[in-house]
């Protein structure tokens, strides 16, 4: 969709009359009407503009995405989170009470053993995204999978949409070939139920199986450089069974995840992230949450116009031109976009 497109459903906000001197978004409030607590209610009202100033002011009020990271020490976990920022700067860590951690002893927590689940982590590059980092119950500690459970209960269930839990990411490693589950990932998946919060398995450190290809040709009795140059079509073979192993391994418990993907290319700074974001948005179960995760992304715009194509103008389109409130739907279009960007084009208009 064209800039032009963007902009011209800001002008038929523009061109809308408020109902009164306060009128702003409708969203959330103390005093708005109940509604689910799982839910982030996203309806628009057509009796609403959108005042900028307004809009910044309720927006903020949207609590910020909550995603649990899991998985062994040395799983690429901080450079997967490093990489949805695009930043490469270790992230700023909060405690419980909201009051910053002294980073100066735990620089580069997720992969040295620091463990506090209850922390925050937030990368200056988009604070949008609150990340957690599991404890490393790997070591087969009892309490340390106990509080890791509680934690995920807790915040799955919490009725203050700003402590909730949205989405876990659970890293494993293909570099360890040998051991990619392990006990570990059995008793999470056969122990602990998170709810409605969906559990992606991201498979990192995929590139590393190039060198395996790479052997593997040569047993075959390719020399180096050809077997460099057909490395990538074997490697490509053995990431899929890889990943077809840990399904079969995985589906088969109790909890088994929602989704499976393979990240490559993490280990570069430009690396795309948009497979990861859509696979977590379409993982999600209610809309307002899969907007609060497009928009959270500050680099990919064609991602936000994705989902606002898919999910609401496609749906509205299906209406029927002649029921169609461009007003209304300029609002709920807007909603899949950082407000960054819509300030942007609400000064270009």
């Given at each position: ?15 809308s ?31 609403y ?24 020490a ?60 599991s ?14 459970k ?29 051991r ?8 999470f ?5 998170s ?8 498979l ?142 609400q000064?270009?208009?």
């Amino acid at each position: 969709m064209a800039p032009s497109s963007v902009r011209s459903w800001w002008r038929s906000l523009q061109r809308s009359q408020p109902p009164s001197h306060d009128a702003g978004i409708l969203l959330p409030t103390e005093a708005a009407p109940p509604v689910a607590p799982d839910v982030v209610d996203l309806t628009p009202a057509s009796n609403y503009r959108l005042d900028p100033t307004e809009a910044k002011r309720q927006i903020d009020r949207i609590p910020r995405f909550r995603i649990l990271v899991m998985g062994r020490a040395n799983a690429g976990k901080t450079t997967v989170l490093q990489r949805v920022c695009n930043t490469t700067d270790h992230p700023e860590i909060f405690d419980g009470n909201g009051e910053k951690v002294d980073t100066g002893a735990v620089q580069g927590s997720l992969g040295r053993g620091y463990h506090n689940i209850e922390d925050e982590l937030v990368f200056k590059s988009n604070p949008r995204y609150v990340f957690h980092d599991s404890c490393g119950f790997e070591a087969g500690s009892e309490a340390e999978f106990d509080k890791m459970k509680k934690f995920v209960t807790d915040q799955a269930k919490s009725t203050k949409l700003e402590k909730r839990l949205h989405a876990i990411w659970y890293c494993i490693p293909l570099n360890e070939s040998h051991r990619m589950v392990m006990a570990a990932e059995r008793k999470f998946f056969n122990e602990c139920d998170s709810g409605h919060v969906p559990v992606i398995v991201l498979l990192t450190k995929a590139d590393t199986l190039n060198l395996d290809a790479v052997q593997q040709l040569m047993r075959r009795g390719l020399t180096v450089d050809d077997a460099m140059k057909e490395a990538p079509e074997v490697e490509k073979q053995l990431q899929k069974g890889c990943l077809e192993k840990i399904k079969g391994w995985l589906n088969e418990l109790k909890f088994p995840p929602q989704s499976y993907l393979i990240l490559t290319g993490m280990e570069q700074e430009s690396a795309d992230c948009e497979e990861l974001l859509k696979c977590t948005a379409n993982a999600l179960t209610e809309e307002g949450l899969q907007g609060l995760l497009v928009s959270s992304q500050q680099s990919n715009l064609g991602l936000c116009m994705e989902f606002a194509i898919m999910k609401t103008l496609k749906r509205s389109m299906n209406k029927g031109v002649d029921h169609i409130d461009l007003e209304e739907l300029a609002y709920a279009l807007g909603t899949w976009f950082p407000f960054e960007v819509c300030e942007i084009l609400q000064v270009q208009v």
